[in-house]
């Protein structure tokens, strides 16, 4: 009792937290000069502005959210949680479709002609270990591109490293990736699934799969943490 009586009085006598300050001023201050920095350097045109605005939005949509392609992929393993993961299936899927509906519009209007291969790169062992490089990095990193982004934002020492070697290793590749890719991938396959079954085909087989993955994932998270 002796003990509790301390603990209680101790409690009593220390003193009680300041609230936190809003940092919704120093965020809407932020805004009009970032917005106002675009204007000028524009030539006082509208267009470099709205980019500057819809990265803001951009920017604080993913930090308010927590969303991130590496949890997506690192959740599940560590925590069993598919939460983030099924948000990028949803994500994938929407993107999938708005995709699919401008470029058969651009089919259909005859403004693409060529457009079958168009920007489809070959499946090679350059892709692979580049896949796999990268996803051990941005787990280690704690954060793939948007996520290292986001904690930059945050004040994260480990994310501005990580912001600085990202931006070398882009810089790098931007340099000699086209002589790589070439030269790795000359005879690795392409492959472009309206080629293969059509555009409406194509996309029904890539929503089932998006579809069954998100089932997955619901089905991993009971299994581990008995919740959906």
């Known amino acids: 009792m002796p003990d509790q009586e301390q603990k209680t009085s101790i409690s009593r006598t220390r003193a009680p937290r300041k609230p936190k300050k809003s940092q919704i001023p120093y965020a809407l201050v932020i805004t009009v000069l970032v917005i106002g920095f675009g204007f000028y350097l524009s030539g006082f045109s509208f267009k470099l502005p709205i980019y500057l605005a819809f990265g803001l939005l951009f920017g604080y949509t993913l930090q308010r959210s927590r969303f991130c392609f590496t949890a997506a992929f690192r959740d599940p393993f560590i925590t069993g949680s598919t939460t983030v993961t099924r948000a990028v299936l949803v994500a994938i899927s929407l993107a999938s479709v708005g995709f699919f509906a401008i470029k058969l519009n651009s089919v ?15 499946i090679g062992i350059p892709l692979i270990l580049g896949a796999i490089l990268f996803g051990i990095g941005m787990v280690i990193a704690g954060g793939c591109a948007s996520g290292t982004l986001m904690r930059v934002g945050e004040g ?32 690795a396959p392409k492959i ?37």
Not at 169 to 184: E, K, N, R, V
Not at 194 to 223: D, M
Request: charged residues 10%.
């Open 108 to 122: 259909l209007s005859g403004s693409e002609t060529n457009l079958s291969m168009a920007g489809v790169n070959p």
């Open 192 to 228: 472009f699934l309206p080629n293969i079954l059509g555009w409406f085909g194509a996309i029904v087989v890539q929503l089932l799969i998006i579809v069954l993955l998100y089932i997955a994932a619901i089905k991993w998270q009971q299994k581990k943490m008995g919740s959906e």
């Open 156 to 187: 994260f020492t480990m994310q501005i490293v990580s912001l600085f070697f990202f931006v070398i290793g882009s810089l790098w590749g931007a340099h000699d990736m086209g002589t790589i890719w070439s030269t790795l991938n000359e005879s």
